[in-house]
């Protein structure tokens, strides 16, 4: 059964600081891995999708590594702003019922960015 | 709009009522999920449904039922609401997922529900 974990819980960073978000997985058998964004009271919006082949991808200051063998995965924020205060959220596919897959959510790192 | 709408986004309803929220997406992806949130478990995955007529359960199914008639809808029936059903549901639809091209999941605002 795919678990996910993220640490830490919460973070708060003044402005400017580079900053790391963990995520774990149990289950290494992954097709892909996902980090998203969520801002309160909202929905939540994919930020990067790292294939099961791949080992990282980058969207401008934010840059996501996976490491299936040890069923890790890492969220770098650079150059961290205020706007970036929100819950980021990891999640990893997991097969369920008769080959059926879905997206494992993590419960989220909650950042807080101070001015 | 293109998009993955849901709706009503916000109810209040009764304990032992009936309830159905929509979730609508104009992508025709294949795939739809229903996630609930809720504060200390996260998002936890309720019913999915890789086509039209096939539909899953997941992680916490009981007290839900799902339907696929089309491609582009997939209604969450909560056939006699609980307190415990209380809780923002989240929509969300792939165009693929469990192949090696893997698309990526497209959430929807959420339906705020609360049950008295």
């Known amino acids: 059964k795919q678990e996910v974990t993220q640490i830490p819980a919460a973070l708060s960073v003044p402005e400017g600081e580079n900053l790391v978000l963990n995520c774990s997985f149990t289950?290494?058998?992954?097709?892909?891995l996902q980090w998203f964004r969520q801002d309160p009271g909202k929905g939540l919006t994919s930020l990067l999708l790292?294939?099961?082949?791949?080992r990282e991808q980058t969207s401008g200051r934010l840059n996501a590594s996976l490491d299936k063998s040890s069923g890790r995965s890492t969220l770098y924020i650079a150059a961290s702003q205020p706007g970036d205060s929100a819950t980021y959220l990891c999640?990893?596919?997991?097969?369920?019922?008769?080959?059926?897959?879905?997206?494992?959510f993590g419960k989220g790192t909650t950042l807080s960015v101070s001015s | 709009d293109a998009g993955i709408t849901q709706s009503p986004r916000y109810k209040i309803t009764e304990t032992g009522r009936q309830v159905t929220l929509m979730c609508h997406q104009t992508?025709?992806?294949?795939?739809m999920f229903w996630y609930r949130q809720d504060l200390g478990h996260g998002l936890r995955l309720i019913y999915y449904?890789?086509?039209?007529?096939?539909?899953d359960k997941g992680e916490v199914p009981d007290g839900y039922v799902v339907s696929r008639s089309k491609t582009e809808n997939f209604p969450l029936t909560l056939e006699s609401a609980t307190r415990s059903q209380t809780s923002v549901y989240f929509c969300?639809?792939?165009?693929?997922?469990?192949?090696?091209?893997?698309?990526?999941?497209?959430f929807g605002e959420g339906s705020r529900l609360t049950v008295l």
């Open positions: 969300a639809s792939s165009e693929s997922l469990g192949t090696a091209n893997t698309g990526e999941l497209f």
């Open positions: 289950d290494s058998a992954i097709y892909n």
């Open positions: 790292i294939q099961s082949s791949q």
């Open positions: 999640a990893a596919t997991a097969i369920l019922n008769q080959a059926g897959t879905a997206l494992i």
């Open positions: 992508w025709s992806h294949s795939y």
């Open positions: 449904s890789a086509a039209a007529d096939i539909t």
